[in-house]
């Protein structure tokens, strides 16, 4: 995974391109739903790949007590970090789903 974390990190657009036709030249002859994986996340690049994050000023600071809170709640729902890929995506999929039905019955009330 540690080619991963290197597309996260990236400072600039350019290397970003490198890095993924690295994913899919390593992995796809191993593990090509990974690829798949990788490659649909990146319509969101702006948000967490480095090139783009940096652009905006945080001043070093790139967590917020909410996301804190929400990754917390999150482990919880997930329980074990060993479960395989579909398991974490149906529990966070339902976790959010659990979450936009606590905010809607929130403000129903």
Do not use: C, N
């Amino acid at each position: 995974m540690t080619l991963f974390s290197g597309v996260m990190r990236v400072g600039i657009e350019d290397e970003l391109q490198k890095k993924l036709v690295q994913i899919q030249t390593e992995w796809v002859g191993t593990q090509p739903r990974a690829v798949q994986y990788v490659l649909s996340w990146m319509q969101y690049k702006t948000y967490f790949v480095g090139a783009y994050v940096d652009k905006v000023p945080h001043f070093e600071s790139s967590s917020s007590s909410r996301v804190e809170g929400t990754h917390s709640a999150l482990k919880q729902r997930l329980q074990v970090s060993t479960g395989d890929m579909m398991t974490v995506v149906e529990r966070v999929l339902q976790f959010l789903a659990d979450q936009y039905q606590e905010i809607d019955t929130a403000i129903s009330q």
